[in-house]
């Protein structure tokens, strides 16, 4: 018997996910509350797979986004094995699709514990593709946080980082 957290691919719903926030949840907002409505303006932030799919969400969606914080990316995919290829299949859909380094932001960063610590072996390849698609430290981060683990709490300590870096003080 199958694992009922079993991955089925054929169930995966990131393009829809984003179409709701995009096509729905945003333009709700927009319409009911007294908020800047353009990308300059409008952020997506996540944590873990969170973390992946706001990098998916501005690269989807650049006119939508103009701004990602994306905290403990998951960049293995599923889990971490020797040899695994899903974080370069991630960063080269990153060198093509990554909008304009002009008028975007990006904010990355990891903790060092627990699950974090699998991240920091790809962090080289972040900030290698981030500066080949001519993001320098004025539009985007890649903060390293020694000591903190995979969790809400840890995330919760450094919040302010990210809002900051996007949204000024």
């Known amino acids: ?3 009922q957290f079993a991955f089925d691919e054929n169930k995966m719903n990131s393009d829809n996910y984003l179409k709701f926030i995009v096509k729905e949840l ?4 927009d319409k009911n509350y007294s908020v800047y409505k353009d990308a300059k303006y409008t952020a997506i ?5 969170g973390g992946l799919i706001s990098m998916y969400a501005i690269c989807e969606y650049p006119k939508t986004f103009g ?3 994306c905290l403990s990316t998951h960049w293995v995919g599923f889990r971490d094995f020797e040899s695994n290829p899903i974080p ?3 960063f080269s859909y990153m060198m093509k699709k990554l909008p304009s380094s002009k008028n975007h932001k ?3 960063d990891y903790g060092t514990e627990t699950l974090d610590e699998s ?3 790809y962090e080289y390849r972040v900030d290698e593709v981030l500066q080949l ?3 320098t430290t004025e539009n985007y981060k890649n903060l390293k946080f020694d000591g903190e683990n995979h969790s809400e709490a840890s995330w919760q300590k450094r919040i302010d980082i990210p809002l900051q870096f996007m949204f000024g003080k």
């Open 67 to 69: 701004k990602a914080a």
């Open 26 to 29: 945003k333009p709700y907002i």
């Open 88 to 90: 370069e299949t991630f």
């Open 133 to 135: 698609k001519g993001y």
């Open 45 to 49: 932030m996540g944590s873990s797979m």
């Open 106 to 108: 990006l904010y990355f």
């Open 119 to 121: 991240y920091i072996k």
């Open 1 to 3: 018997k199958k694992s």
